[in-house]
T-cell receptor, first 114, second 113 residues
Framework: NAGVTQTPKFQVLKTGQSMTLQCAQD?????MSWYRQDPGMGLRLIHY???????DQGEVPNGYNVSRSTTEDFPLRLLSAAPSQTSVYFC?????????????FGPGTRLTVL | AQSVTQPDIHITVSEGASLELRCNYS??????LFWYVQSPGQGLQLLLK??????LVQGIKGFEAEFKRSQSSFNLRKPSVHWSDAAEYFC???????????FGAGTTVTVRA
């Protein structure tokens, strides 16, 4: 099992550019989520999905879009990047059958918006 | 809604000394509690978790944590710190049937020789 994979590892964008952060998991987990990590703020939930075709907003959704067409993939889209979106982004997955909400994290994508 | 407070932003400890990281949570029912560790430039690795049963939980790398409902705390401990324990540590809380986690701001641990 590869677990949770994210691409790219690093990305530099200019203000106004768009891009998609990729996330995939091979554990057949129903639940997937995106977090951003900023210094002194821990991880904040951006969007999450409880299954294919179902997504919802987290704590900081503005400026981000998601979709969940398959169980395995959960891409995060930045339509018009802003410097405030400079952050490290983590994707995570979990399964309700685990019974305890444990989330498995990807290695992260470090994004810089100039 | 649940929330987590990690009162210590940064802790410095000597190698071989004991370590305790504090975590206080806010949640109306029995929480699911987690400690994750993040080494520099890496993702998050689960150290241990609590969701029921024995309130003293053993984890990987020699860490343990104790759930104290009366104090709304879930402090992480290690009896003897190794240089490789230098990292950032996050406490997180979740709820039954809700797969979202709320994270604390993190505690950075520096280990001095």
């Amino acid at each position: 099992n590869a677990g949770v994979t994210q691409t790219p590892k690093f990305q530099v964008l200019k203000t106004g550019q768009s891009m998609t952060l990729q996330c995939a998991q091979d554990m057949n987990h129903e639940y997937m989520s995106w977090y951003r990590q900023d210094p002194g703020m821990g991880l904040r939930l951006i969007h999450y999905s409880v299954g294919a075709g179902i997504t919802d907003q987290g704590e900081v959704p503005n400026g981000y879009n998601v979709s969940r067409s398959t169980t395995e993939d959960f891409p995060l889209r930045l339509l018009s990047a802003a410097p405030s979106q400079t952050s490290v982004y983590f994707c995570a997955s979990s399964s309700p059958t685990s019974g305890d909400n444990e989330q498995f994290f990807g290695p992260g994508t470090r994004l810089t918006v100039l | 809604a649940q929330s987590v407070t990690q009162p210590d932003i940064h802790i410095t400890v000597s190698e071989g000394a004991s370590l305790e990281l504090r975590c206080n949570y806010s949640y109306g029912a029995t929480p699911y509690l987690f400690w994750y560790v993040q080494s520099p430039g890496q993702g998050l690795q689960l150290l241990l978790k609590y969701f029921s049963g024995d309130t003293l939980v053993q984890g990987i790398k020699g860490f343990e944590a104790e759930f104290k409902r009366s104090q709304s705390s879930f402090n992480l401990r290690k009896p003897s710190v190794h240089w490789s324990d230098a990292a950032e540590y996050f406490c997180a809380v979740g709820a039954i049937n809700d797969y979202k986690l709320s994270f604390g701001a993190g505690t950075t641990v520096t280990v001095r020789a």
